[in-house]
C-alpha cells in the first residue's frame, strides 16, 4: 500500500538560521544519569525491580519515511526541516539509527486502569531517544511511539498503525494551537511493514500499514512512574524519582524538602486543573484517562481513543471499552482527574510523612478548576462574569437545550457570537447563525425554536447588562470558540488519504488547525458539523485503545 512523502520546504540552507541538521544536535539523558535503570538488558517482557527506566533499542523497520513534519516543532527543537522523506531523520524517528548523545530507554511505571490497580505497565511501546535544549532554552525529550517491543510490551508487539499515529501527531498540534496544554509532535514516520490488530476486539484482526510518531515534551514522566515505586516499595527511588522532577521541572520550588514535595504536589494539583477546564471549554474527551496516562507536568498526554464532542453529551465517551460504565465521558473528566490526584498523593506520603498536607494541597485542584471553568464559561458565553444564581440558571438552561435536540457545541458557541442582541429582534434572526449547529430536524420543529429563542432573549438581555462594545464582545467570545476543531470524521479523512499516498488532507488539516479560532472562509468546509455518514463509521465515532 503506497504511503505519502512529506512535501519540501526551503533547502537546508534557505531555513531559518535558528536550526541545523539533526545529525549536529546535541543530545543528553538526565533523567538516565540521575536514576537507576535495570541491569537486565536483554529485551524480553519481565517484571523490574529497583529501576526507573530499561535500557533498550528501538527494532529497525523495513523502509521508514517520513509521511509528516510539524514545522514548529522542529524551530522549537532548532532541527531543520528534513531535505527528503528518506534521510537521516527517517531512519533516527523510524528507529533503525541512534545518533551520538542518545541513549535510548523505556520507563518503568504503573496505574489504575478504569479504577483498578493494573501493577506494572511502562512503556510497552515508546522509546525515550534522548534530551535537547531548544531554541527557547527549555529541555525537551524526544520520544519514539511504535518503536518496537520493551520489557514492558508484556505480550504485545511494541508497534503502531497509521491511523493510531496519524491522531496523536495531529492532535498534539491541533491541541497546542487550541491553548491546550500538551505534549508535542514533531514527525510522523511510515514504516513499510504491516501491524496486525483487532481495532475492536473482536476476533476480526487484519493487516495495517504500521508507523511510528516521534513525540516531544520536557518530560514523558507521569503519575504512574511515582506508583510503581510506592506499590513495590521502593521508597528510595522514590525519593530519587521526586528530587529529579523538581530540580529538573519544578525548580522553582526550592531544594526538595517535606515542606517542598507538598508545594511540588499543590501545583501539579493547579496544572491539572488548568489542563482539565481547557479540555472542558473546547470539548475535547481524552477517552482514557488512567493515572498511567497523567503527566507530572499537567501536560495531555497519551492521544489514544479521544475525541471532541459533536452534539453536547456530557456522557459521550470516544473509547468504546468505556461504552458500558463511561467513566472517562466529558462530564466526568474534573472529577476523574482529582480521583487519579488522590492515587498520586497515595503514592508520595511516604516522601511527606503525613497525608494531612496532601490532603489540605489536593484543595488547590477544586479552586483552581471551579475558577478557571467558571471563567472560561464567562468568555463562551460573552459574559463579563458568571456570578449568582440567575447566570447559573442561564448557563445551566443553554447546555440543557443544548442536550434536548442533538446540537453541535463547537458551531452553537461560534454561532452564538453573532446573535442580534437587540431587544426587538425577531425569533427567527435570533436562531439563524445557529442553525448550522444542529444535527435533525427535530431541532427546526415550532417547539423547540420557540424554546431556543426565549432562552437566545434571556442571553441577550443579560449580556446587554454588560454594557460591553458589539465587537468586543464578539473578539472575545472567538477567542474562546474555536471555528476548527480536529472531529474524529476529519482525521479519518486524513488517515484514508494518507493510506493511499495522499498527503494533501493532512497537510491541509494541519495548517487550519494552526489558526483555530480566525475564520479562514476559505476553508469553512472544515468546520461542518459530522455528516451523516460518519455518525457511526469507525474511527468517527468510537475508537479502541487499539493501535
Not at 488512567?290 to 453536547?312: A, C, F, Q, R, V
Not at 484543595?363 to 471563567?375: K, S
Request: glycine share 8%; with cysteine.
Amino acid at each position: 500500500m503506497p504511503l505519502a512523502t512529506a512535501t519540501q520546504r526551503a533547502p537546508a540552507a534557505e531555513q531559518d538560521a535558528g536550526t541545523i541538521a539533526l545529525t549536529d544536535v546535541s543530545f543528553e539523558n538526565t533523567l538516565a544519569a540521575a536514576l537507576p535503570g535495570d541491569p537486565v538488558l536483554d529485551n524480553r517482557p519481565r517484571q523490574v525491580r529497583h529501576a526507573a527506566y530499561s535500557r533498550v533499542e528501538p527494532t529497525p523497520v523495513r523502509e521508514p519515511r517520513i509521511l509528516a513534519w510539524a514545522d514548529a516543532v522542529g524551530d522549537l527543537l532548532g532541527i531543520a526541516r528534513p531535505e527528503s522523506p528518506l534521510g537521516i531523520e527517517a531512519q533516527v524517528f523510524g528507529g533503525n539509527k541512534v545518533l551520538p548523545g542518545m541513549k535510548p530507554y523505556a520507563a518503568r511505571y504503573g496505574g489504575h486502569q478504569f479504577g483498578h490497580w493494573a501493577g506494572q505497565l511502562g512503556d510497552g511501546r515508546a522509546i525515550t531517544l534522548g534530551e535537547t535544549i531548544g531554541a527557547d532554552g527549555g529541555r525537551y525529550e524526544l520520544q519514539l511511539k511504535g518503536a518496537g517491543r520493551t520489557p514492558y510490551s508484556r505480550t504485545a508487539d511494541g508497534r503502531a498503525v497509521l491511523r493510531s499515529s496519524v491522531r496523536e501527531f495531529m492532535c498534539s498540534e491541533a491541541m497546542h494551537y487550541l491553548g491546550v496544554p500538551t505534549t508535542r509532535a514533531l514527525a510522523l514516520v511510515g514504516t513499510g511493514e504491516a501491524v496486525v490488530r483487532d481495532m475492536f476486539y473482536d476476533g476480526n484482526a487484519a493487516p495495517e500499514p504500521g508507523a511510528i510518531v516521534c513525540r516531544v515534551a520536557p518530560t514523558f514522566v507521569r503519575f504512574g512512574n511515582f506508583q510503581i515505586l510506592a506499590a513495590q516499595q521502593e521508597p528510595d527511588l522514590l525519593k530519587r524519582l521526586a528530587d529529579y522532577v523538581i530540580t529538573t521541572h519544578y525548580a522553582e520550588l526550592g531544594a526538595p524538602s517535606p515542606e517542598v514535595y507538598t508545594r511540588w504536589f499543590e501545583e501539579i494539583c493547579r496544572r491539572t486543573a488548568l489542563m482539565v477546564a481547557e479540555w472542558m471549554r473546547v470539548g475535547f474527551v481524552h477517552g482514557v484517562m488512567n493515572t498511567d496516562n497523567m503527566s507530572i507536568l499537567g501536560l495531555t498526554i497519551d492521544y489514544g481513543p479521544y475525541g471532541w464532542l459533536e452534539g453536547y453529551e456530557p456522557g459521550w465517551t470516544p473509547n468504546t471499552t468505556d461504552a458500558q460504565g463511561r467513566r472517562y465521558c466529558y462530564g466526568n473528566q474534573p472529577q476523574i482527574a482529582l480521583w487519579n490526584l488522590v492515587q498520586l498523593a497515595n503514592a508520595l506520603i511516604a516522601l511527606v510523612g503525613d497525608k494531612a498536607p496532601l490532603e489540605q494541597a489536593l484543595a488547590a485542584y477544586g479552586e483552581t478548576y471551579t475558577r478557571e471553568w467558571r471563567r472560561m464559561l464567562g468568555e463562551k458565553f460573552g459574559i463579563e462574569a458568571i456570578e449568582g444564581d440567575e447566570d447559573d440558571k442561564l448557563v445551566n438552561d443553554g447546555f440543557e437545550l443544548m442536550q434536548d435536540v442533538e446540537t453541535d457545541m463547537t458551531l452553537f458557541f461560534r454561532g452564538l457570537a453573532r446573535v442580534p442582541l437587540a431587544a426587538d429582534a425577531d425569533n427567527a434572526a435570533m436562531v439563524e447563525p445557529l442553525r448550522r449547529a444542529f444535527y435533525t430536524d427535530e431541532a427546526l420543529e415550532p417547539e423547540h425554536l420557540s424554546r431556543m429563542a426565549q432562552w437566545l432573549r434571556r442571553y441577550a438581555a443579560r449580556v446587554r447588562t454588560d454594557g460591553a462594545a458589539p465587537e468586543a464582545r464578539v473578539a472575545r467570545m472567538n477567542r474562546a470558540n474555536p471555528k476548527y476543531v480536529l472531529r474524529n470524521y476529519l482525521a479519518q479523512l486524513a488517515i484514508d488519504a494518507l493510506e493511499l499516498g495522499d498527503a494533501s488532507v493532512i497537510e491541509r488539516l494541519m495548517r487550519v488547525l494552526e489558526r483555530p479560532y480566525d475564520e479562514q472562509p476559505e476553508n469553512d468546509d472544515l468546520a461542518d458539523k459530522r455528516p451523516e455518514w460518519a455518525r457511526n463509521r469507525p474511527g468517527c465515532s468510537a475508537l479502541s485503545c487499539s493501535s
